[in-house]
């Protein structure tokens, strides 16, 4: 096994602070996604396409502070992220023969993932990276696997997607698409509040405990069944 850190190619925003709402500490600690390609990762341009990738999107380089356990913020830091490569000589082929795994508790791919930990970790630890790279080569099949780990007070899944988006337009020499990506976050002040709207807002109203919640997510693990539709490109 071997780990680098990987630095943004240009510093920008440096030093710049974006206040968290309380939201963004409540939810899923991280956003875990796995790829698997069937020939040849090349590492050293996958290196320079994260840091290129980071000069772009300065807020996944940042780090989270504190102040006064009150207010929370993602200072753009212009910090390393951690990558690891991994040569598994055991396995002769990516184990799993579906296309898409919706792994909910299964554990089917901690192996491959790096993870980063909770919001409450990030903040006790002010150096801990809000995202993670891992790379695993399957020697005898020739396949590589990345598996990513980004923190979900980043933002959530469409934006962690579009951070990937523009690492894989850079790993293929492409321009990033526009728009590009801006760092504004809106706090809602406690009288800016309309208390008349709440009736049609039926996901806070008729809000259940987490743990309720929990039990109703891994229930539907067990009662439903995963189904994959494949589109064309002339279909789509």
Same mark, same amino acid.
């Given at each position: 096994?071997?780990?680098? =850190? &990987?630095?943004?190619?240009?510093?920008?925003?440096?030093?710049?602070?974006?206040?968290?709402?309380?939201? #963004?500490?409540?939810?899923?600690?991280? &956003?875990?996604?796995?790829?698997?390609?069937?020939? #040849?990762?090349?590492?050293?341009? /996958? !290196?320079? *396409?994260?840091?290129?990738?980071?000069?772009?999107? %300065?807020?996944?380089?940042?780090?989270?502070?504190? +102040?006064?356990?009150?207010?929370?913020?993602?200072?753009?830091?212009?910090?390393?992220?951690?990558?690891?490569? &991994?040569? !598994?000589?055991? =396995?002769?082929?990516?184990?799993?023969?579906?296309?898409?795994?919706? #792994?909910?508790?299964?554990?089917?791919?901690?192996?491959?993932?790096?993870?980063?930990?909770?919001?409450?970790?990030?903040?006790?630890?002010?150096?801990?990276? /809000?995202?993670?790279?891992? +790379?695993?080569?399957?020697?005898?099949?020739?396949?590589?696997?990345?598996?990513?780990?980004?923190?979900?007070? =980043?933002?959530? *899944?469409?934006?962690?997607?579009?951070?990937?988006?523009?690492?894989?337009?850079?790993?293929?020499?492409?321009?990033?698409?526009?728009?590009? %990506?801006?760092?504004?976050?809106?706090?809602?002040?406690?009288? @800016? +509040?309309?208390?008349?709207?709440? %009736?049609?807002?039926?996901?806070?109203?008729?809000? &259940?405990?987490?743990?309720?919640? =929990?039990?109703?997510?891994?229930?539907? @693990? +067990?009662?439903?069944?995963?189904?994959?539709?494949?589109?064309?490109?002339?279909?789509?």
């Amino acid at each position: 096994m071997r780990s680098w =850190l &990987i630095y943004p190619s240009s510093q920008t925003e440096n030093s710049r602070r974006i206040e968290l709402a309380g939201i #963004d500490l409540r939810i899923a600690p991280c &956003i875990n996604n796995i790829f698997v390609y069937p020939s #040849d990762l090349n590492i050293n341009q /996958l !290196n320079d *396409a994260l840091s290129r990738t980071l000069s772009l999107w %300065p807020l996944v380089a940042g780090r989270c502070v504190s +102040v006064d356990n009150e207010h929370y913020f993602i200072e753009m830091s212009n910090s390393t992220i951690p990558v690891t490569l &991994i040569n !598994n000589i055991e =396995l002769n082929k990516w184990p799993l023969d579906s296309k898409v795994v919706r #792994d909910s508790g299964e554990s089917q791919l901690v192996t491959y993932l790096d993870e980063v930990p909770s919001v409450k970790m990030i903040f006790n630890y002010p150096n801990e990276p /809000l995202f993670r790279l891992k +790379v695993t080569h399957i020697v005898q099949s020739g396949e590589w696997v990345m598996g990513t780990s980004w923190s979900h007070v =980043l933002g959530d *899944a469409y934006t962690c997607a579009n951070f990937l988006h523009t690492l894989s337009r850079f790993y293929q020499h492409l321009e990033p698409l526009k728009p590009l %990506p801006i760092f504004e976050r809106r706090l809602w002040c406690k009288d @800016e +509040v309309d208390q008349s709207l709440l %009736p049609a807002m039926k996901h806070l109203t008729d809000s &259940i405990p987490t743990e309720k919640w =929990l039990k109703a997510n891994s229930t539907e @693990e +067990v009662t439903h069944d995963q189904l994959n539709l494949h589109f064309s490109g002339e279909q789509l």
